[in-house]
């Protein structure tokens, strides 16, 4: 039998989702009521797997950077036929070339365990065309140019630079969505699934020993039971 550690803040709808979950399959579930419980869980070698739930985040991160200072994250975006991931999703991550890369090499290794061919979008802050049209625009398109060439010359995911046309990436469906940082995915995040309703398993954390799903605060009893399940399905991997 598999044990998942849940986290439970202010938003209920966790609960319901724990209740569903519980009617389809036969688990053990550990209520974590608050962060050093939770980031014990995941330090935790005999629980299977850790979701957020409803608690606050930055304490997590902040202490799980401690142990392992390379965390990163990716939400697992599954929506309207699409189906890809998200990144960088925290708003003090991917703030550079160095980490994007590992981000994106995280995010194709993820991919290719679940047996699925990577296939990469980066993102700028403008078109190719609107460089020089500010100093930030221009650095974020050299930046998406830099990042695109290390991922080609270091892996044999497949990449393309789309610069700001996040919905060509989606209509070519990309597999992995590479913000230009944290803000803006968070941004896209919010936009995407608290707004527009796309399903979502939640953000899947790289650079730790074990399964760590990140989820928002503000998630619906189905955005939840989603997590759940796809904590769940990994811990079964």
Request: overall charge negative; charged content about 25%; aromatic content about 8%.
């Amino acid at each position: 039998m598999k044990t998942i550690a849940i986290g439970v803040g202010k938003n209920k709808n966790i609960l319901k989702a724990i209740q569903n979950f519980n009617n389809e399959q036969n688990i053990n579930i550990k209520i974590i009521e608050n962060d050093d419980e939770l980031v014990s869980a995941i330090l935790d070698g005999e629980i299977d797997a850790v979701v957020r739930g409803s608690l606050p985040a930055s304490g997590v991160i902040r202490e799980l950077k401690k142990h392992f200072p390379d965390i990163s994250r990716a939400t697992y975006v599954n929506g309207d036929g699409k189906e890809f991931l998200l990144t960088p999703v925290g708003i003090d991550e991917g703030n550079t070339i160095e980490e994007k890369f590992e981000i994106a090499k995280n995010c194709g290794e993820f991919l290719k365990k679940l047996s699925k061919h990577p296939k990469i979008a980066v993102l700028a802050d403008g078109r190719k065309g609107d460089y020089g049209r500010s100093e930030k625009i221009s650095k974020s398109i050299d930046d998406s140019e830099k990042l695109t060439q290390l991922i080609e010359e270091n892996t044999d995911f497949e990449v393309k630079n789309y610069y700001i046309l996040i919905e060509q990436a989606l209509k070519d469906n990309c597999n992995v969505i590479i913000a230009p940082d944290g803000i803006i995915g968070n941004i896209i995040f919010r936009t995407l699934i608290l707004v527009n309703t796309w399903p979502s398993c939640g953000a899947v954390t790289f650079g730790i020993n074990g399964i760590y799903i990140d989820t928002s605060r503000d998630q619906s009893v189905e955005g939840y039971l989603r997590s759940i399940k796809f904590a769940y399905k990994l811990a079964n991997l």
